[in-house]
Every structure is written in structure tokens, then in C-alpha cells.
């Protein structure tokens, strides 16, 4: 009996190293069907959330004093709708503030 469950655990590791292999098996991470609940990023971290969201709120008055942002609503409202989409559609555990900057380069 022990025998064959080891032949079967052998082969159940054979059949998953070769989807893996073959790429027929995804992996958590690789799944986008898995977004927002794939735990991306939960390696050492050293901020916690609320001080990771004051950090980025510092760091965005910092790049507004230093740089023109558009003012035109219609382009602000269009590229911040496609960025909401795309956090939304993302791993993403912060809010996101989108502004467009006016630069030359």
C-alpha cells in the first residue's frame, strides 16, 4: 500500500512539473483571472499601508509644486477614468490619484 502511494505521489509530481513545464498550468501569479486576490508584493515591506499612502501623498505636493499640471478637465477626467481602470483591474491595495503633467520632454 505504501508502495503504491508513492508511485501515485511520483506521479501526480511528474504530471505537475511537466505542465509546469510546458506552461500548461498556471501559476497564481501568472493568472489574470486571480487579480486582486493574488497577494502580489507580499515580500518585505517597510512601510505599512498608511505610511506607504503618506509617503506617495508627500511625494505627489512635491511633484505638483515642481511641475505645470493640465488643467483642461476633458483630458484630466479622460486619462484619470483610463487609470481608475486600470487600478481597478490590478493588485493595487492604495488609492491612486492621476494627474497629467505638462512637461516638453
Do not use: H, W
Not at 23 to 32: A, M, N, Q
Not at 39 to 49: A, D, K, T, W
Amino acid at each position: 500500500m505504501l508502495c503504491r502511494s508513492v508511485l501515485l505521489l511520483a506521479a501526480l509530481t511528474a504530471l505537475s512539473l511537466g505542465g509546469l513545464a510546458q506552461g500548461t498550468i498556471k501559476k497564481p501569479k501568472d493568472d489574470p483571472e486571480a487579480i486582486g486576490s493574488r497577494n502580489i508584493g507580499q515580500g518585505v515591506n517597510f512601510y505599512s499601508l498608511d505610511k506607504e499612502i503618506a509617503l506617495g501623498k508627500q511625494l505627489a505636493q512635491e511633484v505638483e509644486r515642481q511641475a505645470k499640471v493640465v488643467s483642461d478637465p476633458v483630458i484630466a477626467e479622460y486619462v484619470n477614468r483610463i487609470g481608475q481602470n486600470l487600478v481597478r483591474n490590478s493588485d493595487a491595495k492604495v488609492p491612486f490619484t492621476i494627474k497629467v503633467l505638462d512637461s516638453k520632454r
